[in-house]
């Protein structure tokens, strides 16, 4: 590939937003780890490099610090925040701790415009995260915008090709933040803007050829959108190396178990194996309220199942996984990011050493929408690429506290009454993601002349464009009126549905 802008990961969350942002322009990018170097950065021909923003401080000792051989490549470098601060700093210009920390929107008053910011006006909202700024510029270096806080909030050095700002660029709070990273690319990298998803497919099947080689893959295949569609991609790039195993945990939505072996098995014709672990699963689970506990037996036993049925398969070097990108972000450090942890997911975070199995992620670097485009390009059928996203963890974040068969019973009909009334209506294909919360609280009601003493469910439906951000749908209100009818009616033990409507931030989609 003649052309890749690389990203340079300090742990910010929105790293791969900023990768996002490149591809949109139809441009390749790839993220490397900061702790890359020049020398690999030059092999992979890199036309441009952005140094990410990221949780720490660079006045803070041992603070992640990249090859300051890239500034000798002489290719154009973007800092974006803490990128910014770490050019300042290397570079031979000082960095101090601000006397006002910036967080949340500011406004940037531009002096020139130069290259970087053409073509946009005077002054623009944009939206700040940090508590360091620059004090004193690199030689070479000029300001060309500043904020109420910052003189130096836009720095360049035209020469060298080398820019910087403390704000970020890429998310949508910042205004015309598009065309800045646009500017950066076209303008500046001199890059042309035809990159496609289906360049995507090529150089993810030589990828996954070129690190498999003639090895044997094991897939955890779950019937979602990620599963499905890695399933197909890796299928395609080392067809009967790929062995798919759908783990039936006991978690799962009604009838979840006979529709995957009928898609797969006729539509993929893959090796599939069904391991029905169900009661392991709920046994394990027992007594166990505290949210990440649930979501740390229900990956270990998942990793235990797993490693069971490699046992029985034969030899299996790697096992394949659809972790997407916001999976990372909101997990654990892993390959050296310093990102800070919001909450674990099962398959993110490596594999006990006793397996022996590396780790085949190739949706690592995507977006959700990403996949879906991904799998249309692979010609997956369209209920298969817009079917709603479901946690790995399955229908055990969904049940508050304990998890219960008779809980998991009764919020699978549920669950299955809202998809269904959703489809019927035409909202399923324009929201982002509906499922159904069982609480395990019990509330007063009344049904004929008998008092009752049932549990509730909540309704969760969301939009989004990539789960990073979500808010809730407005759904008429006489379509929830007869989705709450049903399962009130048609659920026995539920006498009580109620409606979530918090956006994430600050909360998440998911209760757990």
Known sequence: ???TIAVLDFGSQYTQVIARRIRECNIYSRIFPYSVTAAELRKANVSGIILSGGPSSVLTKGSPRPDKKIFQLGVPVLGICYGLQL?????GGDVAKSDRR???????????KGRLLKGLPK??????????KVTALPEGFEPIAGTENSDYAVIEDATRNFYGLQ???EVVHSERGDDIIKNFLVGVCKCKQDWKMSNYVDQAIQDIRDQVGDSRVILGLSGGVDSSVAAALIHRAIGDQLTCVFVDNGLLRLRERDRVEQVFRDHFHVDLRVAKSGKRFLKALKGVTDPERKRKIIGKIFVDVFEDTVKKIGDVDFLAQ?????DVIESVAIDGNPAALIKSHHNVGGLPKRMKLKLLEPFRELFKDEVRALGKELGLPDEMIWRHPFPGPGLGVRVMGEIKKSYLDTLREADAILLEEMKRTGYYSKVWQAFCVFLPVQTVGVMGDERTYDYVIALRVVESVDAMTADWAHIPHDILQIISNRIINEVKGVNRVVLDISSKPPSTIEWE
């Open 167 to 169: 704000f970020h660029p």
């Open 1 to 3: 590939m003649s052309q």
């Open 322 to 326: 659809g972790t997407l990108y916001p």
């Open 123 to 132: 002054s623009i909202k944009v939206w700040n995260s940090h508590g360091d």
């Open 102 to 112: 910036e967080y949340g929107r500011g406004r940037l008053t531009i002096k020139k």
């Open 87 to 91: 050019m300042g700093k290397l570079l």
